[in-house]
C-alpha cells in the first residue's frame, strides 16, 4: 500500500527538515500534479487530433454557417494562419508529450519526474509569451484587415476599439494560462519535495 504522510497539524509540518520529510513518505502535491499532468495531457491528445481535423478537412462549424460573408472572410482567414497554425499545433504535440510524460513519471514516484515536469513547466511559459507575441504583432492585425471589408463606415468608432480590445483578452488570456505551470514549478520545486524526488529510485 502506498506510503502517505500522517496526519500532522500544519505547525508540526512546518518545523519538519525537508529528510525529516522525506521520511513521512510521499508528498500529497506529487501525486495530485502527477493526476493534474495527466488529465491536461488527454485534453491536449484531444485539442491535437481535433487541430488535425481542421487542417486536413476544414472546419467542421463554418460549414454549418453557410456561405455567409462572415463565413468567407474567416474561411480565408484562417487559409492565411495556416502557416501559424501549423506551428502551433507542432508545438501543442510537443508540450502534450512532455505534460503525459511528466505525469506518469509523478505517478510512478520516479526521481526524473520532477525533471520531466519542470521542462513542461518552462516549455509552457516559453511558447505562451511567444504566442502572445505572435498574437499580438499578427494575428491581431491580420483579423482587423479580414473584418474591415465588411465592418460599415458607421462604424468606425467601434472597429478602432476592436484592437485594443483584442490586446487584452489576450493579455488576460495568457496570464491566466501561466496559472498551471507557475504553481507546477513553484509547487513541485519546494526542498522538501526535491529532497523526497531525491530519495526515488530512477
Known sequence: ?????????????????AVEYVNLGQP????VFGILHVIFGVFGVL????????IIFGNPMLKLMGNSPQVQIQTRLEAEMLPYTLVGLVVMIILTALILIAGFLLLKQRK????????????SIATKLINL?????????LT???????????????????????????VVGFAFSLVYPVLTLILLNRPFVKTWFANQQS
Not at 1 to 17: C, D, F, G, I, Y
Not at 113 to 119: H, P
Not at 133 to 141: A, D, E, K, R, W
Request: hydrophobic share 45%; charged share 10%; net charge neutral.
Open 28 to 31: 500529497q502535491t506529487v501525486k
Open 1 to 17: 500500500m502506498e506510503q502517505q504522510p500522517p496526519p500532522l497539524t500544519p505547525e508540526e509540518v512546518a518545523h519538519l527538515s
Open 47 to 54: 485539442m491535437v487530433a481535433w487541430s488535425l481535423v481542421v
Open 133 to 141: 507575441v505572435i498574437s499580438i504583432s499578427y494575428i491581431v492585425p
Open 144 to 170: 482587423q484587415k479580414a473584418m474591415s471589408a465588411t465592418t460599415p463606415p458607421s462604424s468606425g468608432a467601434i472597429f478602432g476599439a476592436m484592437g485594443p480590445m483584442m490586446i487584452l483578452s489576450l
Open 112 to 123: 526524473n519526474a520532477l525533471k520531466w515536469s519542470n521542462y513542461y513547466a518552462w516549455s
